[in-house]
């Protein structure tokens, strides 16, 4: 069962316009949760992340927000730029030893930006 | 360059082969982490290391697949008698500290290893 989700497999966004990507995760312990970006035939590159005591991270055109008790973070990508297009990944992690040490990724979503 | 680097790039195996696919992690890097991705998938975690230790490698899918990281650098994960089903892109990703995978990790481009 997947412990991070992502429901949508595709996004398409106009240019200039506001992106939003959801994420779902239903571990409890997870307590840190990171947002990557990846182009075609590279590696994911990490974008921003959030730790659990924090409802909001800001960096640039890019916002994560974490509500808890819902279980659901969003990044939000404000204006969308052509160069944001790529697949997106929501991870999480669970330091408490109880875990595996690696990250948990959702299966991504793919962010169009149209001009 | 300074990132993590992956070689080969490709590999393309007959099933029951024998593959190695290698990890350079940034110079210094403390931790190492392997992970696959199939198709249309996220990455799923394998293991890591911390320097040579490898201290968890509950995801690793089989007794088939190993993984060393003898010096503390560079790594090699092997798979013994690949399978089709392993067919997947495999990342190595490393991090500046030990410990939490709550630190940033950067990851190589991958290995696309196809299975026939």
């Known amino acids: 069962d997947q412990q991070v989700k992502q429901n949508s497999p595709s996004l398409s966004v106009q240019e200039g316009r506001i992106s939003i990507l959801n994420c779902d995760y239903t571990?409890?312990?997870?307590?840190?949760f990171l947002w990557y970006k990846k182009y075609p035939a590279e590696g994911p590159t990490f974008l921003i992340s959030?730790?659990?005591?924090?409802d909001k991270n800001e960096d640039g055109r890019f916002t994560v927000f974490l509500n808890k008790s819902a279980k659901h973070l969003s990044l939000h990508i404000v204006p969308s730029q052509p160069g944001d297009s790529a697949v997106y990944f929501c991870?999480?992690?669970?330091?408490?030893?109880?875990?595996?040490?690696?990250?948990?990724f959702g299966k991504g979503t793919h962010l169009i930006i149209q001009p | 360059g300074a990132g993590v680097s992956q070689s080969p790039r490709y590999k393309v195996a007959k099933r029951g082969q024998d593959v190695a696919l290698r990890c350079d992690p940034i110079?210094?890097?403390?931790?190492l982490f392997w992970y696959q991705q199939a198709l249309g998938q996220g990455p799923e975690f394998l293991t890591y290391f911390q320097n040579e230790a490898q201290l968890d490698k509950s995801g690793l899918p089989s007794d088939r697949f190993f993984a060393e990281r003898p010096e503390g650098s560079v790594s090699t994960l092997k798979i013994q008698r690949t399978q089709q089903e392993d067919s997947a892109v495999y990342l190595c990703a490393s991090s500046r500290v030990p410990g939490l995978a709550s630190n940033e990790q950067f990851f190589g481009p991958g290995t696309r290893l196809t299975v026939l």
């Open positions: 110079s210094g890097h403390v931790s």
């Open positions: 959030i730790s659990s005591i924090k």
């Open positions: 991870a999480a992690s669970d330091p408490s030893g109880g875990g595996a040490d690696g990250l948990t």
């Open positions: 571990n409890s312990m997870f307590d840190y």
